[in-house]
């Protein structure tokens, strides 16, 4: 009798929990959010996007978006802490207010009116909503990307990004009763070994006149060449890099009847390096890494030509053929090419 009583009781008890679970599961919540990684390397561009799932009915209208970005430097692997460099930059359409912002889904293929889409390196607003005077537009709900933006990373440390403001509007310019708050979320920016570097180059046979930088070549790990600028004395050249480099690399230098030169283990600091000056030394008019008979021979039956212009042979590059040219190999005979060294 107490066993048949008990399974009686308990059939009711069954019934309701599952009709609960069933209501549970049904159940939508807005719930708004940053899609962000939690780390990233430096000098890397960082793309941040606002979303909300479940959106409810009647819909959102109108958004407005406030954020700002906190930025800490941390100390670089090297054991220097970087300093005089942004941790963030702004990248989207730098130096103008407009498109800060890329707009997301929510209002995809509807005629909105764009009220504020701005910011700088702390951070930016976003205001925008429907226009209803093309006709009835629905408003959104469901999942939708809000916006998105990006920023540089040019040093290792933390960021933070906050949502200071956030609106969700209906079309009766009410605010969605629903939660959408958004959680800050904070990004590691990771330290690599990474460096720029800065110097100069003189071509040995250049009295200060050229300003032909055409015939000068720098690369490093066999990457596009480093650009370069004429100096203040015309006799070189200037050369900054600033893109991804290893602490250990290839560096090429090569110039038009000059010998060049090689560092395949070039050592560099994890910051900026100032290299002083590589000077090239003249006379190898056939580019074999050597200055030798061969490079005299090919002056001597030039010799006296004036239509040889920005040909190898006129190492100093004066327009004639003559024993100015001639002088460069005298001097530097026997001389190979070596090992890149600034001084």
């Not at 939690?38 to 909300?52: K, P, R, V, Y």
């Not at 209803?132 to 809000?146: D, L, R, Y």
């Not at 969605?176 to 071509?203: C, F, K, M, Q, Y």
């Not at 050369?239 to 030169?261: I, R």
């Amino acid at each position: 009798m107490f066993n048949r009583r008990l399974s009686k009781l308990a059939v009711p008890v069954l019934i309701m929990g599952l009709a609960f679970a069933a209501t549970s599961a049904s159940a939508q919540t807005l719930a708004c959010s940053i899609n962000a990684p939690a780390s990233i390397d430096e000098n890397q561009t960082l793309t941040i996007t606002f979303e909300c799932d479940d959106i409810p009915a009647p819909g959102v209208f109108g958004v407005e978006l406030d954020h700002s970005v906190d930025a800490t430097s941390i100390t670089a692997s090297s054991g220097g802490l970087k300093v005089g460099v942004p941790t963030v930059e702004y990248i989207a359409s730098r130096g103008s207010t407009s498109d800060a912002y890329t707009d997301g889904n929510i209002f995809d293929t509807l005629a909105t009116i764009d009220l504020k889409n701005l910011h700088d390196e702390t951070g930016g607003l976003y205001v925008v909503s429907l226009n209803n005077e093309s006709g009835a537009q629905t408003p959104a709900t469901g999942s939708k990307t809000i916006s998105s933006t990006s920023y540089y990373l040019p040093q290792p440390g933390t960021l933070t990004i906050n949502v200071d403001n956030f609106i969700l509007g209906d079309q009766n310019g009410q605010q969605l009763a629903d939660d959408h708050t958004i959680t800050s979320v904070n990004i590691t920016v990771n330290d690599l070994p990474l460096a720029s570097l800065v110097g100069n180059i003189e071509r040995e046979a250049y009295d200060g006149t050229n300003t032909d930088l055409t015939a000068l070549t720098i690369t490093i790990d066999d990457a596009a060449p480093v650009s370069v600028v004429e100096d203040a004395g015309g006799d070189g050249a200037d050369f900054t890099y600033a893109e991804t480099l290893a602490l250990t690399s290839t560096l090429v230098v090569d110039a038009d009847s000059h010998l060049g030169c090689t560092d395949a283990t070039f050592a560099l600091l994890d910051e900026d390096n100032t290299l002083g000056t590589l000077v090239l030394l003249a006379g190898d008019v056939n580019d074999d890494d050597t200055i030798n008979i061969t490079d005299s021979t090919a002056i001597g039956l030039d010799f006296g030509n004036a239509m040889l212009a920005d040909e190898a042979v006129d190492i100093n590059d004066d327009q004639i053929i003559n024993v100015l040219d001639l002088i460069h190999v005298g001097r530097n005979y026997a001389e190979t090419a070596g090992t890149c060294s600034f001084s």
